[in-house]
């Protein structure tokens, strides 16, 4: 069965952010250069020979340009090495906007990474200090102006809403000064409060509080509503897109197909079986040294595990889940599979069919995890 994408994870940021919960630790160039090596132990035992053709790769984090010149060429020429990048149809780095100067992107380009996510999250210099953020909104500038004139036009940026002290006003101020650098793809996710995070901490002692749910709804509103009227449609829960930008890479996970999940704490789906990555830096480094295999968990997926997540993650794409696919992966109508979920969703207004797929009313996108969960099918 094919592979179709590969996400690899760098785990080092320059500063941690009050509100993040992903597996990242401060980059330290020692423990950056013992990572890249057990890392490299790890692709080779999924990729010991021929190079690997996977239609997407995506280098996330923490920030995967938070290391050095020197790193970041090791770890494109890793990639490169096992992978075939001529094969792939979308190659993305994450990356912080201050972390951009001339000679990464340059490094970026000439190993084909050809897409950039940036960690922007708002346009408020206050508001990135009192979320832990390093950078500023200048460096939002230089950076997506440098990634322009390198040729590196596909770049997406994160934006965050419902932060402790933001309002509507705030959040489309934001939303107007993202728009202007009239991007190809916005991603936008509101506030959640993390266990082992510094905003819980501050949660618990009652010194955060979140806007109201009204606003925080009347924020992703005004988002879809403005991104929608510059023909960035939502082709996702969080994500946006111009036509035939969406990020090919996400549709991996949403179609719920196969990927390899390489780096600590990283999860992957591969035939059968759901892995998930030791996550303690010493821990992976110590494991992918030995054997190559720093796998923490493995889940076995059956065909039932495989249908239900092929409603979860498909009905948050806006077009939702096409019967016709359905059937083909699984030999089986979605209806009758479940027969009860979807009439009781429908008579609440939460799922609509049309056209041959099955998808999220504006409703049932709000109320995402209620749906989700009546496609849990009884053992
Ligand atoms: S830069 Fe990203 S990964 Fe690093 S601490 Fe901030 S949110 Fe987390």
């Known amino acids: 069965m094919t592979i179709s994408s590969a996400y690899i994870h760098i785990p080092f940021c320059q500063q941690i952010c009050h509100y993040c919960d992903f597996t990242k630790f401060f ?10 090596e057990a890392l490299e132990n790890e692709i080779h035992t999924y990729i010991p020979g021929e190079k690997a053709k996977v239609k997407t790769i995506f280098v996330g984090g923490g920030t995967p340009t938070a290391v050095n010149h020197a790193q970041l060429k090791k770890l494109l020429t890793m990639i490169d090495e096992h992978f075939d990048v001529s094969y792939c149809e979308e190659y993305t780095f994450e990356a912080n906007p201050g972390d951009l100067d001339e000679e990464k992107v340059r490094l970026l380009k000439e190993f084909g990474v050809d897409r950039i996510s940036l960690g922007v999250q708002v346009f408020d210099d206050d508001m990135l200090e009192k979320i832990g953020r390093v950078h500023r909104v200048k460096d939002v500038y230089t950076n997506v102006d440098r990634l322009v004139k390198a040729g590196l036009t596909n ?23 993202a728009m202007q650098f009239d991007l190809p793809h916005y991603s936008s996710y509101s506030l959640q409060i993390e266990p082992k995070t510094i905003f819980y901490q501050r949660y618990k002692k009652g010194t955060l509080v979140k806007p109201p749910e009204e606003d925080e709804a009347e924020m992703y509103e005004l988002l879809q509503r403005k991104l929608a009227s510059a023909g960035v449609n939502q082709y996702e829960i969080s994500n946006f897109s111009k036509p035939g930008f969406e990020s090919k890479h996400n549709l991996t996970y949403w179609n719920n197909e196969y990927y390899f999940g390489i780096g600590a704490g990283a999860h992957g789906y591969l035939p059968g079986k759901r892995t998930i990555n030791l996550r303690p830096l010493p821990a992976y480094t110590k494991k992918a040294m030995e054997d190559g295999q720093p796998i923490l968990h493995e889940e076995p997926v059956g065909v039932k595990e495989q249908m239900e997540e092929e409603m979860f993650l498909g009905l948050r794409k806006t077009e939702g889940v096409s019967f016709r696919e359905f059937n083909r992966k699984y030999n089986k109508e979605i209806v009758d599979v479940f027969g009860e979920a979807i009439p009781k969703l429908k008579d609440r207004k939460l799922i609509q069919e049309s056209d041959g797929f099955i998808s999220l009313t504006s409703k049932g996108r709000i109320l995402g995890n209620e749906v989700f969960q009546e496609f849990l099918l009884d053992d």
Do not use: C, W
Request: charged letters at 30%; a negative charge; hydrophobic letters at 35%.
């Open 27 to 36: 980059y330290n160039e020692r423990l950056a250069d013992e990572y890249l």
């Open 155 to 177: 770049v997406s940026i994160d934006l965050m809403y419902a932060l402790p002290g933001q309002t509507v006003d705030h959040f489309e101020k934001t939303i107007d000064e």
